[in-house]
T-cell receptor, first 116, second 107 residues
Framework: GAVVSQHPSWVICKSGTSVKIECRSL??????MFWYRQFPKQSLMLMAT?????????EQGVEKDKFLINHASLTLSTLTVTSAHPEDSSFYIC????????????FGSGTRLTVV | GQQVMQIPQYQHVQEGEDFTTYCNSS?????IQWYKQRPGGHPVFLIQ?????EVKKQKRLTFQFGEAKKNSSLHITATQTTDVGTYFC???????FGAGTRLTVKP
């Protein structure tokens, strides 16, 4: 089945540094990927929709300069958390759809970011 | 924009009891998807409903899509400890998720 590979699975960084998270569709092409953020015991909050070859669409309240999204190829989308702060600590997860209309979305395994 | 409401937020059942979670949308959905997220894991696609009034079954799980395509439900018959997790619905329109229902099962 469809696989979305997400790396790293966890990362600890210092305040003020930037962290890049990668999502790759391994056996299919993804023109669109979705990026979510999830706090403990809460739902997935859609942050942005990543579109191959064009600018990402950000949800209201999500700072595009802080959460940089690049979708340069049909199999890779990246999310960079710039100048990270402790409040950015969260679980970040991406998803994409492998096939036709009746396919579900496949999620990456997620990245747990801790900013110290 | 589209908003999907999901209830209940939590449900604790005794193993063998039934469980139901409900999703309601403020707008008509083209379709609705259901996902399960185990503790510490990532969401896994369960099913997609497209047609008005559609009912689909997966073993002990029954999924329904309302006639108006604004609500949906997931019913689990005779829960097992393996059913533990959070169940989310998502409107296909824009892949925004409901708040999820966290199910715990007491053996």
């Amino acid at each position: 089945g469809a696989v979305v590979s997400q790396h790293p699975s966890w990362v600890i960084c210092k305040s003020g540094t930037s962290v890049k998270i990668e999502c790759r569709s391994l056996d299919f092409q993804a023109t669109t990927m979705f990026w979510y953020r999830q706090f403990p015991k809460q739902s997935l909050m859609l942050m942005a929709t990543s579109n191959e070859g064009s600018k990402a669409t950000y949800e209201q309240g999500v700072e595009k300069d802080k959460f940089l999204i690049n979708h340069a190829s049909l199999t890779l989308s990246t999310l960079t958390v710039t100048s990270a702060h402790p409040e950015d600590s969260s679980f970040y997860i991406c998803s994409a759809r492998a096939g036709a209309f009746n396919y579900g979305y496949t999620f990456g395994s997620g990245t747990r970011l801790t900013v110290v | 924009g589209q908003q999907v409401m999901q209830i209940p937020q939590y449900q604790h059942v005794q193993e063998g009891e039934d469980f139901t979670t409900y999703c309601n949308s403020s707008t008509t959905l083209s379709n609705i998807q259901w996902y399960k997220q185990r503790p510490g894991g990532h969401p896994v696609f369960l099913i997609q409903l497209v047609k008005s009034g559609e009912v689909k079954k997966q073993k002990r799980l029954t999924f329904q899509f309302g006639e108006a395509k604004k609500n949906s439900s997931l019913h689990i018959t005779a829960t097992q400890t393996t059913d533990v997790g959070t169940y989310f619905c998502a409107g296909q329109n824009d892949m925004r998720f409901g708040a999820g229902t966290r199910l715990t099962v007491k053996p």
